[in-house]
């Protein structure tokens, strides 16, 4: 019962740019979070952001939720090469459409020094 | 203390083994979660338990068992595993089984099945 959809799939840029990846999803949701996993390794949990909000930062990072499109973005800005790991959203899901996390097929970032 | 710890990092089991996989978070969180991931694919719920109590199962085969002693405590036993089975097995809790919770992860026990 995979909601969210990320792309791309695969991003390669250079330290000091900024790197957008966005997640579509199928139905309503109250919302939306991001993880961020390094290789191998657990996931991080990086931003929750609620349907009625449009917008939210923390730090470097800029998350927008469009409820009319069922899309969302993460932005990073001025990237590092320490920010090289794999994006995931993740939606409610299963029975009710909120019974459970359902987490996206990812978008790897690289980060080139 | 925002950790949540597996242990044990790696594990090679043969297919006639027995073995467990432990998870354990201070954090005051009442629900617990296994996650099974695949190289380059999502995390995939397997278990959810709620107060202690399993909530979810993802119909997953009777060879893996969950178990939640305490509040603070998930294990996972396996027993008569398949290759495909191999896999990295994440914990994670959270202060509610909604899912509007962020989930806390721990650094995954990496399996191997022989």
């Known amino acids: 019962s995979q909601q969210g959809e990320e792309d791309p799939q695969a991003l390669s840029i250079q330290e000091g740019e900024n790197a957008t990846m966005n997640c579509s999803y199928k139905?309503?949701?109250?919302?939306l979070q991001w993880y961020r996993q390094n290789s191998g390794r657990g996931l991080v949990h990086l931003i929750l952001i609620r349907s009625n909000e449009r917008e939210k930062h923390s730090g470097r990072l800029r998350v927008t939720l469009d409820t009319s499109k069922k899309s969302s973005s993460l932005l990073i800005t001025a990237s590092r090469a320490a920010d090289t790991a794999s994006y995931f959203c993740a939606t409610p899901g299963g029975r009710g459409g909120s019974e459970k996390l359902v987490f996206g097929k990812g978008t790897k970032l690289t980060v080139n020094p | 203390d925002t950790e949540v710890t597996q242990t044990p990092k790696h594990l090679v089991m043969g297919m006639t083994n027995k073995k467990s996989l432990k998870c354990e978070q201070h954090?005051?969180?009442?629900?617990m979660y296994w996650y099974k991931q695949k190289a380059k694919k999502p995390p995939e719920l397997m278990f959810v338990y709620s107060y202690e109590k399993l909530s979810i199962n993802e119909s997953v085969p009777s060879r893996f068992s969950p178990e939640c002693p305490n509040s603070s405590l998930l294990n996972l036993h396996l027993h008569a595993l398949q290759p495909e089975d191999s896999a990295l097995y994440l914990c994670?809790?959270?202060?509610?089984?909604?899912?509007?919770?962020?989930?806390?992860f721990g650094p995954g026990t990496r399996l191997t099945v022989t």
């Open positions: 994670a809790s959270s202060q509610d089984r909604s899912p509007g919770y962020e989930q806390y």
């Open positions: 954090m005051g969180h009442r629900a």
């Open positions: 139905t309503s949701i109250n919302n």
